[in-house]
Protein backbone atom coordinates (compact mmCIF):
# COMPACT_ATOMS: atom_id res chain seq x y z
CA UNK A 1 0.00 0.00 0.00
CA UNK A 2 3.01 2.48 0.84
CA UNK A 3 4.94 1.48 -2.40
CA UNK A 4 1.42 2.03 -4.67
CA UNK A 5 0.59 5.36 -2.87
CA UNK A 6 4.15 6.31 -3.51
CA UNK A 7 4.57 5.48 -6.92
CA UNK A 8 0.72 6.45 -8.11
CA UNK A 9 0.51 10.10 -6.02
CA UNK A 10 4.32 10.62 -5.25
CA UNK A 11 3.47 10.45 -1.39
CA UNK A 12 6.03 9.23 -0.07
CA UNK A 13 5.68 6.73 2.74
CA UNK A 14 6.36 8.74 6.02
CA UNK A 15 3.60 11.22 5.17
CA UNK A 16 1.60 8.56 3.48
CA UNK A 17 1.72 5.43 6.42
CA UNK A 18 -0.51 8.19 9.04
CA UNK A 19 -2.84 9.63 6.11
CA UNK A 20 -3.78 5.20 5.37
CA UNK A 21 -3.76 4.28 8.92
CA UNK A 22 -6.37 7.44 9.19
CA UNK A 23 -8.51 5.75 6.60
CA UNK A 24 -8.54 2.73 7.95
CA UNK A 25 -9.83 4.05 11.28
CA UNK A 26 -12.43 5.74 9.36
CA UNK A 27 -13.49 2.71 7.34
CA UNK A 28 -13.39 0.94 10.95
CA UNK A 29 -16.02 3.15 11.92
CA UNK A 30 -18.10 2.91 9.24
CA UNK A 31 -17.90 -0.99 9.32
CA UNK A 32 -18.99 -0.52 13.16
CA UNK A 33 -22.12 1.62 12.14
CA UNK A 34 -23.14 -1.23 9.64
CA UNK A 35 -23.07 -3.68 12.58
CA UNK A 36 -24.96 -2.07 14.65
CA UNK A 37 -27.73 -1.32 12.11
CA UNK A 38 -27.92 -5.62 12.40
CA UNK A 39 -27.97 -6.02 16.02
CA UNK A 40 -31.71 -7.13 16.43
CA UNK A 41 -33.07 -5.20 18.90
CA UNK A 42 -36.57 -5.84 21.24
CA UNK A 43 -39.49 -3.44 19.65
CA UNK A 44 -39.21 -1.54 23.15
CA UNK A 45 -35.50 -0.53 22.14
CA UNK A 46 -35.74 -0.01 18.02
CA UNK A 47 -37.13 3.58 18.16
CA UNK A 48 -33.69 4.38 19.81
CA UNK A 49 -31.41 2.56 17.57
CA UNK A 50 -30.12 5.27 16.03
CA UNK A 51 -29.54 7.27 19.60
CA UNK A 52 -27.51 4.07 20.68
CA UNK A 53 -25.82 3.75 17.59
CA UNK A 54 -24.81 7.50 17.96
CA UNK A 55 -23.11 6.82 21.42
CA UNK A 56 -21.28 4.01 20.68
CA UNK A 57 -19.44 5.61 17.65
CA UNK A 58 -18.94 8.91 20.12
CA UNK A 59 -17.23 6.55 22.67
CA UNK A 60 -15.34 4.90 20.08
CA UNK A 61 -14.01 8.11 18.27
CA UNK A 62 -12.87 9.46 21.51
CA UNK A 63 -11.02 6.47 22.99
CA UNK A 64 -7.77 6.75 23.29
CA UNK A 65 -6.75 2.93 21.98
CA UNK A 66 -8.89 3.92 18.94
CA UNK A 67 -6.76 7.30 18.13
CA UNK A 68 -4.00 5.99 19.13
CA UNK A 69 -3.56 3.52 15.84
CA UNK A 70 -5.25 6.42 13.71
CA UNK A 71 -1.35 7.84 12.51
CA UNK A 72 1.59 5.52 12.43
CA UNK A 73 3.21 3.01 9.86
CA UNK A 74 2.50 0.52 11.57
CA UNK A 75 0.21 -2.22 10.09
CA UNK A 76 -2.39 -2.12 13.40
CA UNK A 77 -4.96 0.32 11.40
CA UNK A 78 -4.98 -2.34 8.82
CA UNK A 79 -5.01 -5.52 10.78
CA UNK A 80 -8.29 -4.18 12.78
CA UNK A 81 -10.25 -2.51 9.69
CA UNK A 82 -9.29 -6.28 7.82
CA UNK A 83 -10.10 -8.53 11.51
CA UNK A 84 -13.37 -6.20 12.03
CA UNK A 85 -14.60 -6.63 8.34
CA UNK A 86 -13.95 -10.40 9.33
CA UNK A 87 -16.05 -10.62 12.41
CA UNK A 88 -18.91 -8.92 10.95
CA UNK A 89 -19.14 -11.42 8.26
CA UNK A 90 -18.54 -14.30 10.25
CA UNK A 91 -21.60 -12.88 13.01
CA UNK A 92 -24.06 -12.46 9.97
CA UNK A 93 -26.91 -14.49 10.70
CA UNK A 94 -27.88 -17.18 8.05
CA UNK A 95 -31.06 -15.35 7.21
CA UNK A 96 -28.93 -12.00 6.36
CA UNK A 97 -26.18 -13.93 3.56
CA UNK A 98 -26.21 -12.81 0.15
CA UNK A 99 -24.58 -15.13 -1.95
CA UNK A 100 -21.80 -13.58 -2.01
CA UNK A 101 -21.01 -14.17 1.72
CA UNK A 102 -18.41 -17.25 0.96
CA UNK A 103 -16.39 -14.52 -0.76
CA UNK A 104 -16.72 -11.56 1.68
CA UNK A 105 -15.82 -13.70 4.45
CA UNK A 106 -12.92 -15.03 2.75
CA UNK A 107 -11.51 -12.28 1.31
CA UNK A 108 -11.41 -10.80 4.97
CA UNK A 109 -9.55 -13.63 6.46
CA UNK A 110 -6.96 -13.49 3.10
CA UNK A 111 -6.23 -9.62 4.08
CA UNK A 112 -6.16 -10.45 7.54
CA UNK A 113 -3.47 -13.13 7.34
CA UNK A 114 -1.79 -11.20 4.86
CA UNK A 115 -1.47 -7.91 7.17
CA UNK A 116 -0.34 -9.85 10.04
CA UNK A 117 0.61 -13.33 10.68
CA UNK A 118 -1.84 -14.27 13.83
CA UNK A 119 -4.36 -13.53 11.27
CA UNK A 120 -3.59 -16.83 10.47
CA UNK A 121 -5.82 -17.65 13.40
CA UNK A 122 -8.81 -15.94 11.77
CA UNK A 123 -8.20 -17.99 8.30
CA UNK A 124 -8.20 -21.38 9.84
CA UNK A 125 -11.18 -20.11 11.75
CA UNK A 126 -13.27 -19.47 8.54
CA UNK A 127 -12.59 -23.04 7.37
CA UNK A 128 -14.91 -24.06 10.48
CA UNK A 129 -17.35 -20.97 9.48
CA UNK A 130 -17.57 -22.55 6.08
CA UNK A 131 -18.57 -26.27 7.43
CA UNK A 132 -21.32 -24.96 9.57
CA UNK A 133 -22.56 -22.41 6.77
CA UNK A 134 -23.15 -25.47 4.87
CA UNK A 135 -22.50 -23.88 2.13
CA UNK A 136 -20.93 -26.03 -0.64
CA UNK A 137 -23.03 -25.20 -3.79
CA UNK A 138 -20.60 -25.27 -7.66
CA UNK A 139 -20.41 -21.36 -6.72
CA UNK A 140 -19.93 -21.11 -3.10
CA UNK A 141 -16.80 -23.51 -3.81
CA UNK A 142 -15.41 -20.89 -6.23
CA UNK A 143 -15.48 -18.17 -3.59
CA UNK A 144 -13.88 -20.31 -0.86
CA UNK A 145 -10.77 -20.98 -3.25
CA UNK A 146 -10.09 -17.68 -2.24
CA UNK A 147 -8.40 -19.26 1.05
CA UNK A 148 -5.65 -21.03 -0.72
CA UNK A 149 -4.09 -17.07 -1.24
CA UNK A 150 -2.77 -17.57 2.24
CA UNK A 151 -0.69 -21.29 1.79
CA UNK A 152 0.26 -19.65 -1.69
CA UNK A 153 1.82 -16.89 -0.16
CA UNK A 154 3.63 -18.69 3.23
CA UNK A 155 5.20 -21.22 0.15
CA UNK A 156 6.33 -18.16 -1.18
CA UNK A 157 8.02 -16.97 1.93
CA UNK A 158 9.69 -19.72 2.28
CA UNK A 159 10.90 -20.09 -1.19
CA UNK A 160 12.04 -16.83 -0.59
CA UNK A 161 13.24 -16.88 2.62
CA UNK A 162 13.31 -20.06 3.72
CA UNK A 163 11.38 -19.78 6.39
CA UNK A 164 7.67 -20.18 7.11
CA UNK A 165 7.06 -16.42 9.89
CA UNK A 166 8.36 -13.95 9.30
CA UNK A 167 11.88 -12.80 10.94
CA UNK A 168 10.19 -10.53 13.44
CA UNK A 169 8.43 -13.85 14.96
CA UNK A 170 11.57 -15.41 15.78
CA UNK A 171 13.46 -12.23 16.92
CA UNK A 172 10.81 -11.72 19.44
CA UNK A 173 9.44 -15.18 20.41
CA UNK A 174 12.06 -16.45 22.98
CA UNK A 175 9.64 -18.55 25.10
CA UNK A 176 5.99 -18.56 26.98
CA UNK A 177 5.86 -15.25 29.03
CA UNK A 178 2.66 -16.01 30.86
CA UNK A 179 3.55 -13.40 33.98
CA UNK A 180 4.33 -10.50 31.31
CA UNK A 181 1.16 -11.25 29.92
CA UNK A 182 -1.35 -11.64 32.53
CA UNK A 183 -0.14 -8.46 33.81
CA UNK A 184 -0.35 -6.73 29.96
CA UNK A 185 -4.03 -8.01 30.32
CA UNK A 186 -4.93 -6.68 33.70
CA UNK A 187 -3.58 -3.23 33.15
CA UNK A 188 -6.02 -3.34 29.52
CA UNK A 189 -8.80 -4.62 31.62
CA UNK A 190 -8.01 -2.01 34.26
CA UNK A 191 -7.08 0.91 31.96
CA UNK A 192 -9.86 0.15 28.91
CA UNK A 193 -12.50 -0.03 30.97
CA UNK A 194 -13.11 -3.85 30.06
CA UNK A 195 -14.16 -4.77 33.53
CA UNK A 196 -17.45 -2.88 33.00
CA UNK A 197 -17.93 -5.17 29.53
CA UNK A 198 -16.83 -8.13 32.01
CA UNK A 199 -19.87 -7.55 34.29
CA UNK A 200 -22.27 -7.21 31.88
CA UNK A 201 -21.38 -10.13 29.98
CA UNK A 202 -21.39 -12.01 33.48
CA UNK A 203 -24.78 -10.74 33.94
CA UNK A 204 -26.59 -11.97 30.56
CA UNK A 205 -24.89 -15.35 31.17
CA UNK A 206 -26.17 -15.61 34.30
CA UNK A 207 -29.68 -14.56 33.39
CA UNK A 208 -29.75 -16.48 30.47
CA UNK A 209 -28.99 -19.93 32.29
CA UNK A 210 -31.84 -19.79 33.82
CA UNK A 211 -34.10 -19.41 30.49
CA UNK A 212 -35.17 -22.46 28.30
CA UNK A 213 -35.39 -20.56 24.99
CA UNK A 214 -33.74 -22.86 22.19
CA UNK A 215 -31.37 -21.39 19.43
CA UNK A 216 -30.55 -23.24 16.33
CA UNK A 217 -27.62 -25.12 16.56
CA UNK A 218 -25.88 -23.51 13.33
CA UNK A 219 -26.31 -19.98 15.33
CA UNK A 220 -24.95 -20.84 18.32
CA UNK A 221 -21.61 -22.88 16.99
CA UNK A 222 -21.31 -19.40 14.99
CA UNK A 223 -21.19 -17.42 17.93
CA UNK A 224 -18.78 -19.93 19.37
CA UNK A 225 -16.51 -20.13 16.47
CA UNK A 226 -16.29 -16.18 16.46
CA UNK A 227 -15.62 -15.88 20.13
CA UNK A 228 -13.60 -18.57 20.33
CA UNK A 229 -11.32 -17.31 18.00
CA UNK A 230 -10.84 -13.99 19.24
CA UNK A 231 -10.22 -15.34 23.15
CA UNK A 232 -7.62 -17.70 21.32
CA UNK A 233 -5.99 -14.47 19.89
CA UNK A 234 -5.49 -12.92 23.41
CA UNK A 235 -4.79 -16.36 24.80
CA UNK A 236 -1.48 -16.32 22.57
CA UNK A 237 -0.56 -13.09 23.06
CA UNK A 238 -1.10 -13.36 26.96
CA UNK A 239 0.17 -16.82 27.56
CA UNK A 240 2.64 -17.35 25.14
CA UNK A 241 3.90 -13.73 23.66
CA UNK A 242 3.57 -12.08 26.83
CA UNK A 243 1.70 -8.99 25.44
CA UNK A 244 3.44 -6.37 22.98
CA UNK A 245 6.53 -3.87 22.91
CA UNK A 246 3.48 -1.67 21.78
CA UNK A 247 0.71 -0.09 24.41
CA UNK A 248 -2.03 -2.58 23.88
CA UNK A 249 -1.64 -2.98 19.76
CA UNK A 250 -2.87 -6.38 19.90
CA UNK A 251 -6.03 -6.01 21.29
CA UNK A 252 -6.65 -2.31 19.37
CA UNK A 253 -9.74 -4.46 17.72
CA UNK A 254 -11.58 -4.46 20.95
CA UNK A 255 -11.92 -0.38 20.93
CA UNK A 256 -14.74 -1.21 18.19
CA UNK A 257 -15.73 -4.81 19.15
CA UNK A 258 -16.61 -4.51 22.45
CA UNK A 259 -18.78 -1.36 21.99
CA UNK A 260 -21.04 -3.04 19.57
CA UNK A 261 -21.57 -6.42 22.11
CA UNK A 262 -22.32 -3.69 24.82
CA UNK A 263 -25.29 -3.06 22.76
CA UNK A 264 -26.31 -6.57 21.94
CA UNK A 265 -25.65 -7.41 25.69
CA UNK A 266 -27.86 -5.09 26.84
CA UNK A 267 -30.54 -5.49 24.61
CA UNK A 268 -30.45 -8.92 25.86
CA UNK A 269 -30.22 -7.89 29.48
CA UNK A 270 -33.16 -6.12 29.48
CA UNK A 271 -36.35 -4.65 26.97
CA UNK A 272 -36.86 -1.41 28.68
CA UNK A 273 -34.81 1.71 27.87
CA UNK A 274 -35.04 2.72 31.71
CA UNK A 275 -32.46 -0.07 31.76
CA UNK A 276 -30.53 -0.38 28.72
CA UNK A 277 -29.40 3.24 28.26
CA UNK A 278 -27.61 3.72 31.87
CA UNK A 279 -26.20 0.48 31.35
CA UNK A 280 -24.83 1.24 28.09
CA UNK A 281 -23.75 4.31 29.21
CA UNK A 282 -21.73 2.82 31.62
CA UNK A 283 -20.07 0.20 29.77
CA UNK A 284 -19.04 2.94 27.18
CA UNK A 285 -17.71 5.67 29.01
CA UNK A 286 -15.71 3.05 31.51
CA UNK A 287 -12.63 3.09 28.74
CA UNK A 288 -12.06 6.82 29.24
CA UNK A 289 -10.88 7.70 32.43
CA UNK A 290 -8.17 5.90 33.21
CA UNK A 291 -6.69 5.55 29.84
CA UNK A 292 -7.05 9.71 29.59
CA UNK A 293 -5.97 10.09 33.29
CA UNK A 294 -2.76 8.29 32.26
CA UNK A 295 -2.27 9.77 29.19
CA UNK A 296 -2.03 13.69 30.77
CA UNK A 297 -0.15 12.15 34.14
CA UNK A 298 2.43 9.09 32.74
CA UNK A 299 3.23 8.84 36.94
CA UNK A 300 1.63 6.71 39.77
CA UNK A 301 -1.77 7.27 39.05
CA UNK A 302 -3.20 5.97 42.58
CA UNK A 303 -2.93 9.17 44.18
CA UNK A 304 -5.26 10.91 41.85
CA UNK A 305 -7.88 8.48 41.96
CA UNK A 306 -10.62 8.24 45.23
CA UNK A 307 -9.26 6.59 47.80
CA UNK A 308 -12.09 3.75 47.12
CA UNK A 309 -9.99 2.30 43.94
CA UNK A 310 -6.90 3.04 44.82
CA UNK A 311 -5.48 -0.59 45.90
CA UNK A 312 -6.79 -1.74 42.47
CA UNK A 313 -4.73 1.55 40.77
CA UNK A 314 -1.54 1.12 42.97
CA UNK A 315 -1.45 -2.65 41.13
CA UNK A 316 -1.94 -1.00 38.11
CA UNK A 317 0.89 1.09 38.47
CA UNK A 318 3.01 -1.74 39.83
CA UNK A 319 2.33 -3.62 36.94
CA UNK A 320 2.88 -0.93 34.42
CA UNK A 321 6.20 -0.03 36.13
CA UNK A 322 7.36 -4.44 35.62
CA UNK A 323 6.34 -3.95 32.48
CA UNK A 324 7.99 -0.72 31.16
CA UNK A 325 10.79 -2.02 32.75
CA UNK A 326 11.17 -4.90 30.32
CA UNK A 327 9.76 -2.55 27.24
CA UNK A 328 6.54 -4.41 27.42
CA UNK A 329 3.39 -2.10 26.78
CA UNK A 330 5.64 1.08 26.04
CA UNK A 331 3.45 4.42 25.34
CA UNK A 332 3.25 5.88 22.14
CA UNK A 333 4.91 8.87 23.43
CA UNK A 334 7.93 7.26 24.25
CA UNK A 335 7.78 6.46 20.06
CA UNK A 336 6.74 9.70 19.44
CA UNK A 337 9.98 11.40 21.30
CA UNK A 338 12.11 8.40 19.76
CA UNK A 339 11.02 9.16 16.44
CA UNK A 340 11.20 12.84 16.84
CA UNK A 341 14.90 13.11 17.95
CA UNK A 342 16.13 9.93 15.73
CA UNK A 343 14.68 12.76 12.77
CA UNK A 344 16.61 15.51 14.61
CA UNK A 345 19.85 13.83 14.53
CA UNK A 346 19.74 11.70 11.20
CA UNK A 347 20.48 13.68 7.92
CA UNK A 348 17.69 14.24 5.21
CA UNK A 349 16.97 11.67 2.60
CA UNK A 350 18.41 13.55 -0.23
CA UNK A 351 21.94 13.94 1.25
CA UNK A 352 21.83 10.18 2.41
CA UNK A 353 21.18 9.51 -1.27
CA UNK A 354 24.30 10.52 -1.84
CA UNK A 355 25.86 7.73 -0.56
CA UNK A 356 26.71 4.86 -2.70
CA UNK A 357 26.04 1.44 -1.68
CA UNK A 358 29.35 0.53 -4.30
CA UNK A 359 31.74 0.03 -0.95
CA UNK A 360 28.90 -2.20 0.68
CA UNK A 361 28.67 0.85 3.59
CA UNK A 362 27.47 -0.70 6.86
CA UNK A 363 26.07 0.79 10.14
CA UNK A 364 24.59 -0.65 13.19
CA UNK A 365 21.38 -0.04 14.69
CA UNK A 366 18.42 -0.53 17.50
CA UNK A 367 15.95 0.01 14.61
CA UNK A 368 15.69 0.38 10.92
CA UNK A 369 12.58 1.85 9.98
CA UNK A 370 14.13 5.99 10.68
CA UNK A 371 17.88 5.20 9.53
CA UNK A 372 16.98 3.37 6.67
CA UNK A 373 14.82 5.78 5.10
CA UNK A 374 17.87 8.41 5.80
CA UNK A 375 20.33 6.70 4.55
CA UNK A 376 18.80 4.40 2.06
CA UNK A 377 21.73 3.22 0.21
CA UNK A 378 23.47 2.15 4.19
CA UNK A 379 23.32 -1.74 4.94
CA UNK A 380 22.00 -1.45 8.26
CA UNK A 381 22.56 -4.37 10.85
CA UNK A 382 19.79 -4.38 13.41
CA UNK A 383 21.47 -5.49 16.55
CA UNK A 384 18.10 -6.80 17.77
CA UNK A 385 17.55 -9.24 14.71
CA UNK A 386 13.83 -7.63 13.78
CA UNK A 387 15.20 -7.68 9.97
CA UNK A 388 18.60 -9.61 10.62
CA UNK A 389 18.31 -13.74 10.60
CA UNK A 390 21.45 -14.56 12.66
CA UNK A 391 20.49 -12.11 15.17
CA UNK A 392 16.75 -13.35 15.37
CA UNK A 393 17.85 -17.11 16.56
CA UNK A 394 21.18 -16.26 18.48
CA UNK A 395 20.05 -17.49 22.11
CA UNK A 396 19.68 -14.97 24.81
CA UNK A 397 23.13 -14.39 26.20
CA UNK A 398 23.46 -11.44 28.82
CA UNK A 399 26.33 -11.27 31.15
CA UNK A 400 26.49 -11.77 34.83
CA UNK A 401 26.09 -9.01 37.07
CA UNK A 402 25.69 -6.26 34.66
CA UNK A 403 22.93 -4.91 35.79
CA UNK A 404 24.34 -3.57 39.02
CA UNK A 405 28.12 -2.83 37.39
CA UNK A 406 26.97 -0.46 34.69
CA UNK A 407 25.73 2.76 36.85
CA UNK A 408 28.90 2.04 38.72
CA UNK A 409 30.72 2.04 35.64
CA UNK A 410 29.16 5.45 34.46
CA UNK A 411 29.64 7.17 37.84
CA UNK A 412 33.50 6.24 37.66
CA UNK A 413 33.29 7.63 33.94
CA UNK A 414 31.57 10.89 34.72
CA UNK A 415 34.21 12.73 35.78
CA UNK A 416 32.03 16.35 36.20
CA UNK A 417 28.91 14.50 37.37
CA UNK A 418 26.58 16.11 35.04
CA UNK A 419 25.06 12.93 34.09
CA UNK A 420 26.75 12.99 30.21
CA UNK A 421 29.41 11.13 28.99
CA UNK A 422 31.09 12.03 25.96
CA UNK A 423 33.98 10.28 24.13
CA UNK A 424 36.46 12.81 26.04
CA UNK A 425 35.28 11.58 29.33
CA UNK A 426 35.52 7.56 28.44
CA UNK A 427 39.09 8.37 27.09
CA UNK A 428 40.40 9.56 30.51
CA UNK A 429 38.53 7.12 32.11
CA UNK A 430 40.42 4.30 30.44
CA UNK A 431 43.67 5.22 31.30
CA UNK A 432 43.00 3.93 35.19
CA UNK A 433 40.97 0.45 34.02
CA UNK A 434 42.23 -2.74 33.97
CA UNK A 435 42.43 -4.12 30.11
CA UNK A 436 39.00 -6.06 30.64
CA UNK A 437 37.27 -2.77 31.68
CA UNK A 438 38.92 -0.62 29.01
CA UNK A 439 37.24 -2.95 26.34
CA UNK A 440 34.10 -3.03 27.63
CA UNK A 441 34.05 0.77 28.46
CA UNK A 442 35.01 1.33 24.38
CA UNK A 443 32.14 -0.71 23.73
CA UNK A 444 29.97 1.45 25.87
CA UNK A 445 29.71 4.52 23.26
CA UNK A 446 30.79 3.07 20.24
CA UNK A 447 27.83 0.01 19.78
CA UNK A 448 25.63 -0.60 23.24
CA UNK A 449 24.33 2.31 24.94
CA UNK A 450 23.93 5.62 22.99
CA UNK A 451 20.70 4.87 21.76
CA UNK A 452 19.99 7.87 20.27
CA UNK A 453 23.59 8.15 18.04
CA UNK A 454 24.45 11.57 19.76
CA UNK A 455 27.43 10.71 20.48
CA UNK A 456 27.15 10.85 24.36
CA UNK A 457 25.76 8.56 26.67
CA UNK A 458 23.60 9.71 29.45
CA UNK A 459 23.08 8.50 32.68
CA UNK A 460 19.33 7.82 31.56
CA UNK A 461 20.34 5.61 28.69
CA UNK A 462 22.92 3.68 31.18
CA UNK A 463 20.01 3.27 33.58
CA UNK A 464 17.89 1.82 31.02
CA UNK A 465 20.01 -0.32 29.73
CA UNK A 466 21.20 -1.91 33.21
CA UNK A 467 17.30 -2.78 33.23
CA UNK A 468 17.76 -4.22 29.22
CA UNK A 469 19.96 -6.95 30.00
CA UNK A 470 17.46 -8.64 32.71
CA UNK A 471 16.60 -12.03 32.11
CA UNK A 472 13.44 -11.12 29.80
CA UNK A 473 12.79 -7.73 27.41
CA UNK A 474 10.29 -7.74 24.86
CA UNK A 475 11.44 -7.33 21.46
CA UNK A 476 15.25 -7.07 23.14
CA UNK A 477 15.99 -10.60 24.20
CA UNK A 478 17.93 -11.48 21.82
CA UNK A 479 21.22 -9.17 20.34
CA UNK A 480 23.67 -10.23 17.32
CA UNK A 481 26.84 -11.87 18.76
CA UNK A 482 29.78 -9.49 18.50
CA UNK A 483 31.95 -11.77 16.45
CA UNK A 484 29.27 -12.02 13.80
CA UNK A 485 28.88 -7.68 13.59
CA UNK A 486 32.89 -7.31 13.55
CA UNK A 487 32.68 -9.49 10.63
CA UNK A 488 30.87 -7.07 8.37
CA UNK A 489 33.12 -4.16 9.62
CA UNK A 490 30.59 -1.61 10.44
CA UNK A 491 31.93 2.04 8.74
CA UNK A 492 29.32 4.37 9.24
CA UNK A 493 28.82 6.52 11.89
CA UNK A 494 26.10 9.66 12.85
CA UNK A 495 27.05 12.69 14.32
CA UNK A 496 24.77 16.02 14.09
CA UNK A 497 22.94 14.67 11.08
CA UNK A 498 26.30 13.72 9.05
CA UNK A 499 27.17 10.61 7.77
CA UNK A 500 30.81 9.69 8.02
CA UNK A 501 31.59 6.82 6.00
CA UNK A 502 35.27 5.24 6.81
CA UNK A 503 36.47 3.55 4.06
CA UNK A 504 37.94 -0.15 4.55
CA UNK A 505 41.15 -1.56 4.04
CA UNK A 506 40.87 -3.89 2.38
CA UNK A 507 37.28 -3.26 1.09
CA UNK A 508 34.17 -6.11 1.94
CA UNK A 509 33.55 -7.63 -0.97
CA UNK A 510 30.29 -9.46 -1.91
CA UNK A 511 31.60 -12.79 -1.11
CA UNK A 512 33.08 -11.57 2.24
CA UNK A 513 29.61 -10.93 2.85
CA UNK A 514 27.87 -14.20 1.86
CA UNK A 515 30.79 -16.19 3.90
CA UNK A 516 30.51 -14.25 6.78
CA UNK A 517 26.49 -15.09 7.06
CA UNK A 518 26.76 -18.86 5.67
CA UNK A 519 29.43 -19.21 8.57
CA UNK A 520 26.79 -17.85 11.25
CA UNK A 521 23.72 -19.43 9.76
CA UNK A 522 25.54 -23.02 10.04
CA UNK A 523 26.54 -22.93 13.63
CA UNK A 524 23.11 -21.57 14.79
CA UNK A 525 21.40 -24.41 12.61
CA UNK A 526 23.86 -27.00 14.50
Same mark, same amino acid.
Given at each position: MLWGTWWFFGIEPPVAANTLSLLCGLATLVLGYRMLQRIALPQGLERVRGLLTGLVLSSVATQRLFLTWLSSGLET?? +??? %?? !? @? @?? /????RAAALRDPWWPARLSASAVLTALTRPDGLLLWAATFLLAWNARAWRPRDLAQWLLLLAVPAHVLWRLATYGEWLPNTYYAKHVAAWPESGARYLACFVIENGTWAWLLLAGAVAARRAFRTRTHAWSDASRGLIVVGTLLAHVAYYTLIIGGDHFEYRVFAHFALLLPIATVWLAARLASRLVVVLPVTVLCLAAPHPIAWLHYVRAEPLAPCVPSAFRPVMAAFDTWQTWLTQRSV %? *? $???? =? $? *?? %? /??SSRLLPKREAGQAISFDDRPVLLGFS????? @?ALPNVAIIDVLGLNDWVAARTPMNRPAGLTDALPKLFRHFDLDNDGRLPKSEVLIALASLPPEQAAGAARLLERDYDFDLDGVVTREEVEHYAIFYQERHMAHDRMAPD????? +???NVRVVEQRVIVTPRDPPLTDADIVR =?? !?? +??? $?? $?H
Amino acid at each position: MLWGTWWFFGIEPPVAANTLSLLCGLATLVLGYRMLQRIALPQGLERVRGLLTGLVLSSVATQRLFLTWLSSGLETGL +FVL %CL !T @W @WV /AEAARAAALRDPWWPARLSASAVLTALTRPDGLLLWAATFLLAWNARAWRPRDLAQWLLLLAVPAHVLWRLATYGEWLPNTYYAKHVAAWPESGARYLACFVIENGTWAWLLLAGAVAARRAFRTRTHAWSDASRGLIVVGTLLAHVAYYTLIIGGDHFEYRVFAHFALLLPIATVWLAARLASRLVVVLPVTVLCLAAPHPIAWLHYVRAEPLAPCVPSAFRPVMAAFDTWQTWLTQRSV %C *E $RHSI =H $R *EF %C /ARSSRLLPKREAGQAISFDDRPVLLGFSVGIIS @WALPNVAIIDVLGLNDWVAARTPMNRPAGLTDALPKLFRHFDLDNDGRLPKSEVLIALASLPPEQAAGAARLLERDYDFDLDGVVTREEVEHYAIFYQERHMAHDRMAPDDYIVG +FRPNVRVVEQRVIVTPRDPPLTDADIVR =HE !TA +FRA $RL $RH
